[in-house]
């Protein structure tokens, strides 16, 4: 997938990341299925507030306080597991248990600062900031 | 080592052929690869279930169904749990009256004109997928043509043509016009001396003047010859003003738009290719087909809360979805189709191994938004008759029914098809702005939108209550990791679906994964 190249910013809070990613065609897993073909395969937004509102009101709804269905999608309101920022990372950008991955669809910056934006918001209050660099390390490598 | 040349594909099916005849040639061509369309080889054949065997089935979509319908052939008590007020699962039509309720609280309430529908899931059927389609014709399911490619569909990009949506013929005869123009110049001025041959050069060169419609100067130009591809500016026509007029060629840049090549490139995917197929009146026709086959064994509104076993069989807790009240089916085995996003919260007594892969699986979304316009003005006015249009918006595609053609009276425009993150912007809108959005966005391909539209309708998969996502999402590593521990017969437990496969998202995956399941099933079954 091609990126441009990224800010070395770290991300804090209030920061903006002038990211932009754009759809290239990557054949991703999910090509395999029925699809659209290749649309916006990847999020615009700019902000953590931004891709809050792009990509995870989907599931965890417009004030984070999660879904009951057959199934249950936590809320990230309050949620002590967020306090811990390698947990958070990993969930975004792995998926688990019917979460999406992310990290084919969110850019490095756009992965740092939705992170930083769900962990003060909400009734988070962890303010460690996350570095981009971090975040590019752990980026599944180009298919 | 023997040093030998090798004898290229055909040379070697044509000796083969010659030798042992057509059915050694097709089994050889099978052995290569091709002529093979699906690894589906016939229904199960599962006689004799040992007097009074039981299976309990959770889910009530494709492979639950699937697996329900042929163990009752094979003579098992088969009893089917299902969470929904409906059997089908992803299986699913929209039609007028219906009611879609989402996670978070948000209802629509459908309006679509009698006969008019949305298929919110699987649309459309590949001609191979062979499994899906047995028991299309065993059951009588009415199937009619899925139009998929129409070259009168439009190509939109906010980065080319000035923004201004393309036909699909024009973009198509240009991209090859350009591409081959810039071959041939690369050949005439010695650039591939290196790697073609003097004979192959002018086997190429005569390839490119015909395939790109090149001129005498070995050019793609504007000309009634070129137009006889992408369209002309007046169209032959009869009598005095007869002649036509051509349009003209773009230039190299705005056909080298991804939204461009990804569109010729998608239909180049063998699930994509015509001949594809859609069943009359809806995709749910399939589904309500098998349910009429089960009837009295699938027990809807029922919530699998648990899935225990032990020597002596398995025991599946659940709730009735209303009362609340909890109740327990026993079996020898269970097929449980539930989707992973929901099985992953449920306690299910299988191996550690099966139960990491049960959470490891994560699912995309996706979401359509079904427009109903008062008149086919994309017909009328467009003349598209099915088939697609492309942008590089968030709507990501227009969709024209494949049915009804010509008639007057209200039709459902497929007006979003999202997948990726445009999933998930449609999925975190409401309904109204999923609608607003959808008109905006597809007004850049027919101004008479706003004018015609009637009333919309849309399904994000990620706020479906009894789903909370589309489908599955395997990766090489994962497969790696989880596949064979997903599809293992655990003691009495199988999982089917479209996560135990390698097809992705299509009933046919359902069907093949539920048979592959219940044949280990009866194996096992037959053993003890």
Known sequence: MMRLSASTLAVATGLLVTALAFTSGTTSAQSLGDTAGTGSETAMSATGEQTYREICQACHLENAQGGTGAGVIPALASNAKLSDADFTLKRIMQGYGGMPAFADMLTPEQIAGVTVYIRTHFGNDYHEAINVDEVKKRMPEPE | ?528
């Not at chain 2, 010729?264 to 859609?278: G, S």
Request: some cysteine; aromatic content about 10%.
């Open chain 2, 1 to 528: 080592m023997f040093d030998f040349e090798a004898p290229n594909r055909r040379q070697l099916l044509t000796a083969i052929g010659k030798a042992g005849g057509a059915i050694a040639m097709y089994q050889a061509m099978s052995a290569l690869g091709h002529a093979m369309p699906s690894q589906f080889s016939g229904p199960p054949k599962l006689n004799g279930a040992k007097p009074g065997a039981s299976v309990v089935v959770l889910g009530a979509g494709l492979a639950g169904m699937v697996a329900a319908y042929e163990l009752t052939r094979a003579g098992y008590k088969v009893t089917i749990l299902e969470y929904q007020d409906r059997p089908g699962g992803r299986n699913y039509t929209v039609r007028g009256g219906d009611v879609i309720k989402e996670v978070g609280g948000a209802v629509q309430q459908v309006k679509y004109a009698p006969g008019n529908y949305l298929n919110p899931g699987p649309w459309r059927i590949p001609y191979h997928h062979q499994a899906l389609l047995h028991y299309c014709t065993e059951f009588g399911v009415q199937l009619e043509p899925f139009v998929q490619q129409n070259y009168a569909g439009y190509v939109h990009s906010d980065k080319a043509y000035g923004g201004v949506p393309q036909r699909y013929s024009e973009v198509a005869a240009d991209y090859k016009g350009h591409v081959a123009e810039l071959l041939a110049k690369a050949v005439n001025r010695n650039a591939l001396d290196d790697t073609v041959s003097t004979e192959d050069k002018q086997k190429l060169l005569e390839a490119m003047r015909g395939w790109g419609v090149l001129d005498k100067d070995m050019a793609y130009s504007t000309s009634l010859r070129t137009s006889a591809q992408r369209g002309f500016d007046r169209a032959p026509g009869g009598g005095v003003n007869g002649a036509p007029t051509p349009s003209k060629v773009a230039g190299l840049t705005d056909v080298l738009d991804p939204r461009v090549w990804q569109t010729m490139n998608f239909f180049h995917n063998t699930t994509m290719q015509q001949t594809m197929f859609q069943p009359v009146g809806g995709m749910d026709m399939i589904g309500k087909a098998f349910a009429k086959r089960l009837a009295g064994k699938i027990r809807l509104n029922s919530k699998v809360t648990k899935i225990a076993q032990d020597d002596a069989g398995v025991t599946v807790s659940w709730d009735d979805v209303a009362s609340g009240k909890k109740n327990e089916t026993k079996a020898d085995f269970c097929v449980c189709t539930i989707p992973l996003t929901i099985l992953s919260q449920i306690e299910v007594q299988v191996s550690p191994g099966m139960q990491a892969a049960i959470k490891g699986v994560p699912y995309h979304s996706s979401c359509k938004v079904g427009l109903e316009m008062k008149r086919r003005f994309w017909e009328q006015d467009d003349q598209i008759y099915g088939g697609h249009s492309f942008t590089t918006q968030q709507i990501t595609q227009l969709s024209y029914p494949s049915t009804g053609f010509f008639k007057a009276g209200p039709a459902v425009l497929l007006g979003a098809y999202a997948g990726g993150a445009a999933a998930y912007a449609f999925g975190g809108m409401t309904p109204e702005q999923r609608i607003e959005a959808a008109l905006a966005q597809g007004s850049v391909f027919h101004k008479q939108y706003r004018a015609e539209f009637s009333n919309g309708a849309s399904v994000a998969w990620s706020r479906l209550p009894w789903i909370q996502g589309c489908a599955s999402t395997w990766s090489d590593e994962l497969r790696k990791e989880h596949y064979q521990n997903l599809v293992a017969l655990d003691g009495r437990v199988v999982l089917a679906g479209e996560h135990c496969s390698y097809i992705g998202a299509w009933m046919e995956a359902s069907v093949l994964s539920s048979i592959d399941a219940i044949t280990r099933v009866h194996q096992r079954a037959m053993a003890a």
